[in-house]
């Protein structure tokens, strides 16, 4: 039986991960700082890691392991309070997964699938012409930086090991345990809210957390994706108007929307401070998945609806506790 170390698995993604891993069949161990991350799991073993950087041990933890599964990373955040930001993401999403990589190729892990994000390619894309793997990288985000910095340091240690890797770049996931914006768009539409966004045209690709375990399982087995890149997504893009009119029939709430054209939203986004939240709202960023259903004839397994219903009646229960 495989065996697979799990990073960042007590967190959002991972708590998707780390089930359907075992439901596949895989011995999961989670590498993680707090030891209280096995209350979130049954089967799982937990093997202790101090703070992630190029300092770290990671011998001990990748003892038997066959194949690794790297999530952990500083994440993107809203308000940035570090001096240096890209000082602090490299220091985590490089220099930790550099490290990491290494060591997994010197104890014999025979797979590495990466976790990356879509921000690697930039933060907005053009009606009709979405993202795909190929073309150039256009991030100027401190995060987005770190994460292609940490692909291509992959890549490089894989290049000159027999390790395989294999880096996944989703875009906006969600699903229960979700954080940030997600979850402040539930928020939002739990309290049936009147909004100027009618006339938003935008796109937006998403995955579902049970999605892109799904995907990760594929990218553990198939034989085709040692040393590939995928885009991965529902395969259903939605427009901002869209995705609050379904999340909010999933939380059995309405909302009302109303018309008010694009560029005076993003002028009264300037005025009160609020440009990049509006910019989010407004903007389309879509990714073409077809390389990863076409080389690894992989489909999702959830719907949108499906999804969006699974992190509502999460979001729903939430509260209840």
């Known amino acids: 039986m495989t065996r697979v170390m799990v990073t960042g698995g007590a967190g959002f993604v991972g708590q998707a991960v780390c089930p359907a891993l075992l439901q ?12 209280r991350a096995a209350e979130k799991f049954r089967g799982i073993e937990i093997r202790p890691i101090p703070n992630i950087g190029a300092g770290t041990d990671w011998s001990a933890a990748l003892r038997g392991v066959d194949a690794v599964v790297h999530m952990a990373a500083r994440v993107h955040v809203m308000e940035e309070t570090a001096g240096d930001p890209l000082s602090e993401f490299r220091r985590v999403n490089v220099e930790g ?5 290494e060591d997994a190729a010197l104890a014999g892990v025979s797979r590495f699938v990466y976790l990356s994000s879509v921000k690697v390619m930039g933060e907005a894309t053009a009606p009709g012409q979405p993202y795909v793997e190929d073309q150039e990288p256009r991030t100027r985000d401190p995060y987005g930086v770190s994460k292609l ?4 340091a992959l890549k490089a240690v894989a290049a000159e090991t027999a390790m395989e890797a294999v880096i996944l770049r989703p875009t906006l996931a969600y699903g229960p345990f979700v954080k940030g914006n997600f979850l402040s768009l539930l928020e939002r539409c739990e309290q049936k809210p009147t909004l100027p966004l009618a006339a938003v045209r935008n796109a937006r690709s998403l995955i579902y ?15 085709a994706a040692a040393g590939e890149i995928f885009l991965v997504r529902d395969g ?19 909302a009302r929307l109303w ?31 077809g390389k990863i259903r076409r080389l690894l004839d992989w489909q999702p397994p959830y719907s949108v609806d499906q999804g969006l219903q699974a992190t509502a009646d999460w979001f729903k229960t939430r509260h209840v506790r």
Do not use: K, W, Y
């Not at 596949?24 to 030891?35: D, H, I, K, L, Y």
């Not at 957390?209 to 594929?218: K, M, P, Q």
């Not at 939240?277 to 960023?285: E, Y």
């Open 24 to 35: 596949a069949g895989f011995e999961v161990s989670v590498a993680a700082r707090n030891p």
């Open 97 to 101: 997964t550099l490290r990491l990589a």
């Open 149 to 152: 910095e940490a692909e291509e």
């Open 209 to 223: 957390a049970g999605n892109l375990a799904d995907a990760v399982i594929r990218c553990l087995t198939h034989p």
């Open 236 to 254: 259903e893009d939605l427009s901002t108007p869209d995705m609050i009119h379904r999340t909010s029939a999933a939380l059995h709430a309405h």
């Open 259 to 289: 018309p008010l054209p694009p560029p005076l939203l993003r002028l009264a986004g300037m005025l009160t401070g609020r440009s990049g939240q509006v910019t989010r709202l407004l903007d389309s960023l879509t990714v073409d998945d």
